[in-house]
């Protein structure tokens, strides 16, 4: 759900600049420096997220690997 509101908020975000700038109230190089925030401020935080949260975790079960039993 929140990777589809992200999707969701870029897209607006990306529609509304490509509309100011084709309404003529943003420049083109603006318009192009806020498409490259967009991408900062929506997919960067997401890929930390996304990687934090399938970090491999090890877990002490109190076991020894099947293969070392003497």
Do not use: C, N, Q
Request: net charge positive; charged share 15%; glycine share 8%.
């Amino acid at each position: 759900m929140a990777i589809l509101v992200r999707i969701l908020l870029w897209l607006a975000w990306v529609a509304s600049v490509g509309w100011l700038w084709h309404a003529g109230m943003l420049g083109t190089a603006t318009s192009l420096a806020l498409g490259a925030l967009s991408l900062v401020v929506f997919a960067w935080p997401a890929s930390i997220a996304r990687r934090r949260s399938s970090e491999l975790r090890y877990v002490d079960m109190g076991k020894e690997p099947a293969g070392l039993h003497h």
